[in-house]
C-alpha cells in the first residue's frame, strides 16, 4: 500500500509559476514510480510527468511542453511538479499516483485526491 498526499495548488494568475508536492509514504517506495497527472473538467486525465527512484527516470508526457519539471527527493519521499508559465489551460485537478510499473494510460495503482490548480487571466 501507498499512501500519496499532494498539496501546492491554489489561484494564480497567467504566466505564473507553481509548486505542487507530493508526499509518498509505504513500504519499498524505492520500486515505485511517482508520476503526475491532471483533469481539466469533462477532459480526460492526462499524463504529465514520471519519476523512478533513480534521478535519471525521469518520463514526460506531451503536455509539458517543456514548461513543467518534475523531480523526487528520497529523502524525503516527496515528488514535485514545478510549473512556470502557467496558461490557462493548464488549470485542472493534479494528481500524485503511484505505480511499479509504468502506466502513462493512467491505470495506476495508486492515486492522491487531487490538488486543485486554478489559473486567472
Known amino acids: 500500500q501507498v499512501q500519496l498526499v499532494e498539496s501546492g495548488g491554489g489561484l494564480v494568475q497567467v504566466g505564473d509559476s507553481l509548486t505542487l508536492s507530493c508526499a509518498a509514504s509505504?513500504?519499498?517506495?524505492?520500486?515505485?514510480?511517482l508520476y503526475w497527472f491532471r483533469q481539466a473538467p469533462g477532459q480526460e486525465r492526462e499524463f504529465i510527468a514520471a519519476?523512478?527512484?533513480?534521478?535519471?527516470?525521469?518520463l514526460y508526457g506531451d503536455s509539458r511542453a517543456g514548461r513543467f519539471t518534475i523531480s523526487r527527493d528520497n529523502s524525503k519521499n516527496t515528488v514535485y511538479l514545478r510549473m512556470n508559465s502557467l496558461k490557462r489551460e493548464d488549470m485542472a485537478v493534479y494528481y500524485c499516483?503511484?505505480?511499479?510499473?509504468?502506466?502513462?494510460?493512467?491505470?495506476?495503482?495508486?492515486w492522491g485526491q487531487g490538488t486543485q490548480v486554478t489559473v486567472s487571466s
Open positions: 509505504g513500504r519499498e517506495l524505492r520500486t515505485y514510480w
Open positions: 519519476a523512478g527512484w533513480s534521478s535519471e527516470s525521469i
Open positions: 499516483a503511484a505505480d511499479l510499473f509504468l502506466c502513462r494510460t493512467g491505470a495506476c495503482a495508486y
